[in-house]
């Protein structure tokens, strides 16, 4: 792979300043790199030789016609007239290596827009199938005078057998386009590329790590909660010396495991040469707490990666965490559930880029009873194959650890995941330690309470959390509650809650009378501690972690934990589902419902009622098995795993306090720079999709650039409830569901 190829004076890049990027340079600059990338998951040569060809097609005389008068102009050559340049490098590899050669060619043809589909869709539009037809495009980079030491490649010796080609050839494509945008950005900005190094090493940040916690531990009251919580990190340090592999932490909600996880990730990360910790949070509400508390411990070794990132002004722009989100290359990420299931079955560079970095990584899933049911399968197949093939560390971590294991039970065969090793020795006796709360159900479930009876009983509380299932509901019963009640939804924008969330641990702090009205994002990390809580009825998971908000830290001998079944149903679906499987679970005589054992039939029961195809409901799987000759949907099945349904809502800009409504002003005068969508991502609500064209129709929000909407009139923000939009229109209960 390495040595000098022949002379030619083919162009890749020229730069505004008339200095000149060989295409030979190129494509061994990109051909190191990538070689290097998929080197960490054993496939060095494949990597080498997929970067090597991406971009034969820049050989033809067409393409160096324009990037030669382009730099005639003065100005980057390629955003002038398109030539297809990407197509020539796939049929070559297929011209060398038959079938074989698809896999690359599948790289080649998609480093710019995307992995494709091999075959037509109804347009036709960038099916692979299509594009190999145009053979004469080989012809034409060959006229250029490829050099022979480019050309003649052997097949690469390192055979993929046993790996899912589809995954296989996302992580190359990984590494192709991140070497390819590198080895262009270090030709056109070499300033860029050297703010890209820099960070700590992964076993430097431990050391700050250790330091923190022996502060913590010695300023730590001396209750029984605090001591099993030291038992818990203990406990994980002493299992992160096993092998590699898919490990559960099993931990009551206020154990601690936060801290103890990240604990297993760096010192398994140190035993086992692992080059990062990528930490997955599910909701963007609740990342931001969680990565303020590893940049207090790390410093600058944190890279926080999801759609809400701030960023202090245009200045930030490139600034070094900034470039990581590119790729990962950091030594702790900390990212969305989101953006890490979706990079995995993406097919755009941009999105793809990061993949090879997951390799070689310690992959710690907080939550992870909140993975979607509808997409549990591919997901679960995905975490398998970093396991076998990635060098990939897997650690679950919740207090309700969902059925994951494989269950041939009749009527329904449940692949799951393989060889899960629970780290703590006994998860029932922990949870009978670390049992703080006594849950309360009524005699008769079935029977609905009304929200005014309800409201009622709240009122004569002075603390307490009431956690509903639905927007409406939340503001409903919000709207009968005394006049200093929160509220809470996700009608309010990140900002808001933000405030209203740290408003609320002031006051419990002070032990000051506090009332809460909440949907279910309270419910997933946020540290709230209520000597009450009230919980309408939902799946035994969502109930667990209601009563995670009830008593955390100990400090009473037992706190109340109240089921109560509102006069509404959950949304249809999933939720609905679970609530009944809820109900029955709840009305077992003799059964504690928040003991561990008891979420294991309860998630079995939830995915046996889905099915299997329900649990991969948009053709994931099927659209990325290959057959014998490589015939792969990448480009659908990238465009249908979406765990968000981003077109069934449509943000809103609000103006929500004085920082919002600055930043407002300044997007309708400045326009849409990138910082500043950043900021305002704080100020977003998302409203259903025919909602929000009502709202539109009627000028209650505004247009102000393509695309990007504004709250038009301030009654439609409210300082205490969030968006309301039926103070403009008279809407639907429908409408705000969730």
Known sequence: MEGQFLSNNALAHVSEDGRIHTLNDHLMGTAERAARFAAVFGFQSWGWLAGLWHDL?????????????????????????RVNHSTAGGLHAIEQFDIAGRLLAYIAAGHHAGLPDWAADKTGKAALSQRLLEKDLLDVALSGGVPEEILNQPLPQEKPFGLDPAFWVRMLFSCVVDADFLDTEEFFDREKTSRRSGYASLQGLSSHFISYMSAKQAAA??????????????????????????????????????????AFALHHAATHGHRRVIYVIPYTSIIEQTADQ????????????????????????????????ENWDAPIIVTTSVQFFESLFAARPSRCRKLHNISGSVVVLDEVQLLPPEYLRPILQALDELRKHYNITILLCTATQPAFSPNNQPGFHFQGLEGIVEIMEDPTSLYERLKRVEVKVPANLYKSQTWEDLAEELSSIPSVLCVVNRRDDCRTLWSLMPEATFHLSALMCGAHRSHCIAEIKARLADSLPTRVVSTQLVEAGVDLDFPVVYRALAGLDSIAQAAGRCNREGLLKCGEVVVFTPPSQPPVGVLRQAAGIGAQMLTEPGTDPLAPKRFNEFFRQLYWLQ???????????????????????????????????????TPVLVSYGEEGMKLIEQLKHQGPERWLLRKLQRYVVNLPKHLHSRLHAEGAIQEVHAGIFIQGHSPLYDNKLGFCPDRSIIYEPDDLIG
């Open 611 to 649: 099915g299997n195809d329900r649990l991969d409901s948009k053709n994931i799987l099927k659209d990325l098995k290959s057959d014998k000759d490589f015939c792969i949907s990448f480009r659908t099945a990238a465009a249908n795993f979406r765990l968000i349904n981003d077109k069934a809502q």
């Open 221 to 262: 009251r001396k209750t029984p909660v605090n001591q099993v919580r030291t038992e818990i990190l203990e406990r994980c340090i002493q299992k992160s010396k096993d092998t590699p592999g898919i490990f559960s932490l099993t931990v009551p909600t206020g154990g601690g495991k936060t801290l103890a996880s990240m």
């Open 294 to 325: 590893f940049r207090q411990i790390f410093k600058e070794g944190v890279v926080e990666h999801h759609s809400n990132l701030d960023a202090s002004g245009p200045e930030d722009e490139t600034a070094r965490s900034r470039l990581a989100c």
């Open 57 to 81: 097609g820049k050989y033809g005389p067409p393409f160096q016609k324009k990037i030669r008068a382009a730099a005639g102009e003065g100005a980057h050559l390629e955003s002038k007239a």
